[in-house]
Structure formats: structure tokens, C-alpha cells
């Protein structure tokens, strides 16, 4: 990581540590403003989120990659989901996707 002039904190999304969080998913914690988490989702082909994500106070998704499976419904690269406060899913994937995430701390 590396700040320019101060008030940018610039990085590789590579070198940010992979966290394993089930069989074939995978996070990365990126720094943010406070009171925000940022993430990165990776999911291997034929994955699924290992529980039922619940989000109290909502959630938003790109999908950067790959593509995203909710339910019976499909979002491929450049969809962008806002799950409402109080919402939950359970992600999976065919093809493999990589997401970027917000959500309140």
C-alpha cells in the first residue's frame, strides 16, 4: 500500500490477503471509510457461499466477473445488486465469479 500525497491509500487487489471462508470462496478485506466494510468475493466454479448471508442493514454488490446465481436468477459481469436492510441470500455460481461488496459495520 502506498499513499499519494497524503489522502489516497492505492494497493493491488492481489496482495491483499485471501481469506477462506468455505470450499472454493474466498474474501478479501479492503480498507474503507469508517463505518463501511469492502470486500472482495472470489468463487470457484460450482461453489456456493458456505451459509445464508444475513444483512440487518442491506448490502451492494458488483459483480466484476464471472457471473452470480441468487435463487433462479442470473447476474453476469456488470450487474450491480442492493440488498435492502433486513435482506439475506446464499450466492453460487456456476462459472466461477469475482464481486466487490459494500456493507454498513
Sequence with gaps: ???I???VEALQTADVPRIEVGDGCYRRD???VPGVRAWIVEMA???Q???V???PDGEDVYVIAGEMIEGDRRFPAG???HFAAGSSHRPRTET???LIGWNPR
Excluded: N, T
Design 30 to 32: 479492503l480498507p474503507s
Design 79 to 81: 450487474s450491480y445488486l
Design 45 to 47: 466454479p460450482g461453489s
Design 49 to 51: 457461499w458456505p451459509h
Design 53 to 55: 448471508d444475513e444483512h
Design 1 to 3: 500500500m502506498s499513499a
Design 96 to 98: 466461477g465469479v469475482r
Design 5 to 7: 500525497a497524503g489522502q
